[in-house]
């Protein structure tokens, strides 16, 4: 497990498998829902406090769990923290605390790659948000000496040369 603080933020620690973890997915979408979930933990949970990253395969699933010790949520807010534009604080301008679609748009992605959302939270104890995403498979290639293998959005690719990206499968 490793850990990251700076000055103003929360201490975020790690923890991935020893074996490599990879998603189906579209990346940019998939980089816009961790970073949402991210940027939402660090923003309710004080620089004291800890966000933990749990990453995890059960067959052909992979389970991220993004964990504060935020304030919490308060139980008669949790069936509606999917929806567009609600927010748990209403005193919040949008400069304080965003526009209230941050967790719509993760629902929208993760549904959109077939995985699934959870949420639990206890107020003054923190959050914690369960995404599980299909798991993926690439092709066994036996790779040559100085070949690797890159991903893309159809599938992946073997690069001989990998200052010109050629000669792909």
Partial sequence: ME???????????????EESVQ????????????????ENSARHTSKDGSIAIFAAT??????????????????EHLP?????????????TRSQGGTGLGLAICQTIVE?????MMLDST???GTSVRVVLE??????????????????????????DPVNKSAGI
């Fill in 135 to 160: 798991r993926a498979n690439p092709p066994a290639i036996e790779l040559l000496p100085d070949e690797t293998i890159v991903g893309s959005k159809g599938g992946y690719a073997r690069v001989t």
């Fill in 58 to 75: 059960v067959a052909d699933r992979v389970i991220v769990t993004v964990t504060d010790t935020g304030e919490g949520i308060p139980p």
């Fill in 112 to 116: 959109g790659h077939g995985g699934s």
């Fill in 23 to 38: 998603v189906q997915g579209h990346v940019d979408s998939l980089v816009r829902l961790f970073t949402n979930l991210l």
């Fill in 3 to 17: 850990s990251i603080q700076t000055v103003d933020t929360p201490t975020i620690s790690v923890e991935l498998p």
């Fill in 123 to 125: 107020v003054g104890v």
């Fill in 80 to 92: 509606h923290v999917f929806e567009r534009f609600y927010r748990v604080d209403d005193s919040r």
